[in-house]
């Protein structure tokens, strides 16, 4: 399986950037992909998760409202968009896939990771 990130960029507050996860070489067509970030000295965290099965979705409550997951399953491809960014959003994203569909925010029931897109939010 193998994940890459892109999208990532410096913005100013305020502004937008849709992060995107391509997946591949996945065992079957049922799993999910989540978005992950760490910020400079903090915790990873998780934010959003897409399912493929039946396409479900959750978002981390700090984040509902600014930040949308979504996916263009035919293609494989898993985005994060991201509006009214602030400088606190500055983090390095990751997306991370289970083989089982599960809406999960817990970071090890993610196999398998990407190396990561960095978002610079400047005020």
Same mark, same amino acid.
Do not use: H
């Given at each position: 399986?193998?994940?890459v990130? =892109? /999208?990532? !960029?410096?913005? @100013?507050? /305020?502004? +937008?950037?849709?992060? +995107?996860c391509?997946?591949?070489g996945?065992?079957?067509? !049922?799993?999910?992909?989540? $978005?992950?970030? @760490? ?6 965290? &998780? %934010? =959003?998760? *897409?399912v493929?099965? !039946? ?5 981390? !409550? ?7 997951? +979504?996916?263009?399953? &035919? @293609?494989?491809?898993?985005? *994060? @968009? ?18 089982e569909? %599960? ?9 398998? $990771? /990407? ?7 400047? =005020?």
């Amino acid at each position: 399986v193998r994940l890459v990130e =892109s /999208g990532g !960029d410096s913005v @100013q507050a /305020g502004g +937008s950037l849709r992060l +995107s996860c391509a997946a591949s070489g996945f065992p079957s067509d !049922d799993y999910a992909i989540a $978005w992950f970030r @760490q910020g400079p000295g903090k915790e990873r965290e &998780a %934010l =959003s998760v *897409l399912v493929t099965d !039946d396409g479900d979705t959750v978002t981390s !409550d700090s984040m509902k409202g600014r930040f949308t997951i +979504s996916g263009d399953i &035919a @293609q494989n491809t898993v985005y *994060l @968009q991201m509006n009214n960014l602030r400088p606190e959003d500055t983090a390095v994203y990751y997306c991370a896939a289970s083989d089982e569909p %599960l809406l999960s925010f817990k970071e090890s029931e993610y196999t398998y $990771w /990407g190396q990561g897109t960095r978002v610079t939010v400047d =005020s």
